[in-house]
């Protein structure tokens, strides 16, 4: 069993406790071959139920893959991400997932400064590029998903958005990712080429915060991914734009140097990139690879 360290949750700080296990969770059902703050975290007792028979785990694979798998991701992987834990732990019994969501920028900035993980899933290759410039990658990034920019506004759509156009119009309270979030950098790509400018009441830290603006009606709308407003159910309604077709963004996927789990790291990004990972991507919205 691979020893554990302590690891940081908060983006910001190289060695700080406090990220939450999740787990439980239905079988994995086919082999391993898928924000208020910057970071958001779940918990949960793991499941003891056995793998399913054919399992990657039930053929030998479960023997290899023990203990604490810490995953760094991008805050519009939350809800997948936490299906997929849970399914990992249904599949290897007495393992645990421990995430730490938020802003792709500040997970590279934290992961290079030390802060010790096993897998990053980044929301652009931009931000992935942080990590392995410094060589905290271990091995070559693959993509898993893509993700659309959508127009989230308050349900109904009082201020009758139709248009990222329309957004740029006096009266309108917008808030936008930080440039250096990748949702905020394919926005700003969507706007120049559209030939449009924005001036936003915020930049948010990460897409989730964006789009709680406009949940807790402190904003008439926000430009986030389409997967955060089909999450958010009800409390919002999504716009489409045609823009967003010029701004999708790839998410990439690497096990890290120095993981303190490395074969639970290569376990976790077998199921996100199996078909029951995909499955689960897609039906949130994510766009295949």
């Known amino acids: 069993m691979?020893?554990?360290?302590?690891?940081?949750?908060?983006?910001?700080?190289?060695?700080?406790?406090?990220?939450?296990?999740?787990a439980g969770g239905a079988a994995l059902l086919l082999a391993l071959s898928a924000c208020s703050s910057s970071s958001d975290t779940s918990s949960s007792d793991p499941s003891s139920s056995a793998a399913p028979s054919g399992s990657a785990s039930a053929t030998g694979a479960q023997k290899k893959v023990s203990g604490t798998v810490v995953v760094f991701a991008a805050a519009s992987l939350k809800e997948t991400f936490t299906t997929l834990g849970k399914d990992f732990q249904q599949a290897y019994p007495g393992t645990k997932v421990v995430f730490s969501f938020g802003g792709s920028d500040q997970l590279a900035a934290s992961i290079t400064g030390g802060a010790p993980a096993d897998v990053f899933a980044a929301a652009s290759p931009a931000t992935m590029k942080t990590v392995t410039d410094k060589g905290d990658a271990s091995g070559t990034p693959s993509d898993f998903v893509r993700n659309q920019l959508e127009i989230a506004t308050l349900p109904g759509n009082p201020k009758h958005i139709s248009s990222l156009k329309d957004l740029t119009g006096s009266g309108l309270s917008v808030v936008l990712c930080a440039k250096t979030v990748p949702c905020g950098a394919a926005a700003q790509t969507a706007l120049t080429a559209?030939?449009?400018?924005?001036?936003?009441?915020?930049?948010?830290?990460?897409?989730?915060?964006?789009?709680?603006?406009?949940e807790l009606k402190e904003a008439d709308a926000a430009v986030v991914y389409k997967t955060d407003v089909n999450s958010a159910g009800g409390k919002v309604q999504g716009v489409n734009f045609p823009e967003s077709a010029k701004a999708i963004n790839e998410y990439p996927i690497a096990p890290l140097k120095g993981a303190p789990n490395p074969d639970g790291a290569a376990a976790f990004i077998a199921l996100v990139k199996s078909a029951e990972g995909q499955k689960v991507l897609t039906q949130a919205g994510f766009l295949n690879p």
């Open 2 to 22: 691979t020893t554990r360290r302590t690891r940081p949750a908060h983006p910001h700080i190289r060695r700080a406790p406090g990220l939450c296990a999740i």
């Open 194 to 214: 559209s030939g449009l400018k924005l001036t936003p009441k915020s930049y948010e830290q990460d897409v989730k915060s964006a789009l709680t603006k406009v």
